[in-house]
């Protein structure tokens, strides 16, 4: 009796060290191959497609295209808006994560304190449930990414892949969708109706801006102007 104890615990040790070690491996062998093919979807569009099922005319537009196919003006305008340290921290803005907890502390309307790593680890990797769960696996994503893609890699990625509007995902499916042109054709004035639709994206359209998306568009691009932004986001 004594003996198969001992046979069982030690079972149970290996199962409890293995299953660990199996999902670290098949997480980082996911990324790997994540940072040379592009997903073919995301949790999100899956989501999104599930929730409008009963709308016949719901479709959903995602077109990839490699980084230098996407105007700069679009990676500018993202990153003024949703992180703009995004090229000197590690993954997370510790400090736009302080000031967001100090908001909904306050009752204050909040901004999401997610950078653009986060927010890509979420959109390519988790669900889009609010819960401490899908938040340990954002951040166990975001600093594979990290690790792994590297900062063009993962610009690229969220600018393929971002919610743009209903059933639009990415920079090129926005840029046809909205202005019938590609995504190397998108002006700074649209990049920036763009980015301020970001936060609430099937709320705010950049064709229809209204007075709050064109004055958040002008603070964005205002913004632009106080980032030093690397030569390889010109394509250079």
Request: proline share 4%; charged share 25%.
């Amino acid at each position: 009796m004594a003996k198969k104890r001992n046979i069982l615990g030690r079972f149970l040790r290996l199962v409890l060290l293995w299953i660990p070690l199996g999902f670290i491996a098949l997480t980082v062998l996911w990324v790997l191959l994540l940072k040379w093919i592009p997903p073919v979807a995301t949790p999100l569009m899956v989501q999104r497609s599930i929730e409008y099922r009963a709308d016949k005319d719901f479709k959903t537009h995602y077109k990839w295209v490699p980084y230098e196919r996407i105007s700069a003006e679009m990676a500018r305008a993202v990153i003024a808006s949703e992180d703009n340290l995004f090229f000197d921290h590690d993954g997370f803005d510790r400090k736009a994560i302080k000031q967001a907890i100090e908001d909904k502390k306050a009752g204050k309307a909040q901004r999401g304190g997610s950078s653009i790593s986060q927010q890509t680890a979420k959109n390519v990797f988790c669900t889009h449930r609010r819960d401490f769960i899908r938040k340990g696996f954002e951040t166990y994503f975001t600093l594979l990414i990290e690790w792994i893609w590297g900062k063009e890699r993962i610009l690229e990625v969220y600018l393929n892949v971002a919610e743009m509007g209903k059933g639009i995902y990415g920079a090129q499916a926005a840029a046809e969708a909205y202005w019938n042109k590609t995504a190397s054709e998108i002006t700074r004035r649209q990049a920036c109706l763009i980015a301020a639709c970001l936060p609430s994206p099937l709320k705010r359209s950049p064709v229809k801006p209204g007075e709050y998306v064109s004055r958040q568009a002008n603070v964005i691009s205002a913004r632009e102007n106080n980032i030093s932004y690397p030569d390889w986001i010109y394509h250079k």
